[in-house]
């Protein structure tokens, strides 16, 4: 796809705006368990993962804002909520995450997405759109309540766009997609199966109704549908029949393992709080204990990279993350994630690294 836009199966597919490429998002969910799954499927990329403070005082950051001297900021907040970010262009410009009160939210690509444009609020760049989200809200219907009195989704410039899939501790999921210059949702009585990739959440169910196993007349042979596009119908199928074995973790890995492995690749057990995830060029699985991490207003923001050396739980190999270190994942990420060759050595990348600088000076120690 054009642009990378970090987006998955939730196990999402996801990739960064424009960033991703194709993704796949779900959620597993039962009497016992909570668990969602995403696969990033684009290339390989650079990234961290972020450690977010309650209580940071924070402004609305638009593309405008990014690359010319506009400093004019019409929104501003606290985070009421600590979170863990998966961020491929810097401190708080996510791909995806999830908060200490278990609200899930990442994007996926999608090509139909078309703006939303609500004149009285300002403009957000897409990617801090989701850090805002996870900045404010506990759930779902929070995030769904609260979308058209929030900030505009401001994409890359000239990008298609993404659509979203949310999930949260209490079995809750929503769909979020920008067309015709609406907000369009689906929420669990919308969607018989939570599962999300890149075409329209309709679009995909009416393909896998065909198969034998939905009451339709094509047989399904999970050993032949092994084709890139057919990773929604293998999940759907895996998903629907999964019979609770107490290893619901395990299992939302062989899903994501079986439609398509991902570059970044991550399981989260909303009761439990406990995260995993791998990358494309270290395999071996990792764990952060969510409920063990300091999100307190004294502690520092910490990072760790996505292509860690780390093995097991790796809570304590987390490091304070400087502005220096910031524009070290910036200078890397952008111009993956903006998906532009000459970006990189542009005077608007220069501007934006500069401007980065500025806008987290007060948040980040040098």
Known sequence: MKFLLLRCLLLCTIVYSTAASACSAFLLKGKNHCVVGFNEN?????????????????????????TTDNSQYAKQWNSKYGSVTFNLLGYDFPCYGVNEKGLFLVE?????????????????????????????????????DHLNKGPNINWWPNAAGSHFFLSDAAGNTATIAL????????????????????????????????FDFLGGQEKFDFADQGKWEDRYNRAYYMLKNYVYDEKPVAYAWN??????????????????????????????????????????KNASVKFLDIHTESQGEVNKDFNVLTLNKNNEYVEKGFP??????????????????????????NILPE
């Not at 209580?55 to 609305?60: G, H, L, P």
Request: hydrophobic share 35%.
């Open 179 to 210: 067309l015709d210059g609406k907000y369009k949702v689906l929420t669990d009585k919308d969607m018989p199966m939570p599962l999300l990739c890149n075409n329209q959440y309709k679009k995909d169910l009416a393909g896998v109704q065909k």
């Open 108 to 144: 996926l690509y999608l090509e139909e997405t078309s703006k939303v444009k609500n004149p009285s609020q300002p403009d957000m760049f897409w990617a801090q759109w989701i850090q805002y989200q996870l900045d404010n809200y506990k759930s779902v219907k929070e995030v769904v």
């Open 336 to 361: 993956i994630g903006y998906d532009n060759k000459e970006f990189g050595t542009s005077e608007m990348f220069n501007k934006l690294k500069g401007n980065i600088v500025k806008f987290f000076k």
């Open 42 to 66: 684009w290339k390989t990329m650079p990234g961290m993962i972020v450690i977010n403070k309650r209580d940071v005082q924070k402004r609305n950051i638009s593309w405008e804002n990014l």
């Open 255 to 296: 899903i994501l393992n079986s439609i398509h492995a991902g570059e970044w690749q991550t399981v989260i057990d909303l009761k439990n709080m406990k995260l995993s995830f791998r990358s494309d060029l270290k395999k071996e699985v990792k764990i952060i204990d969510i409920k063990k991490l300091d999100f307190s």
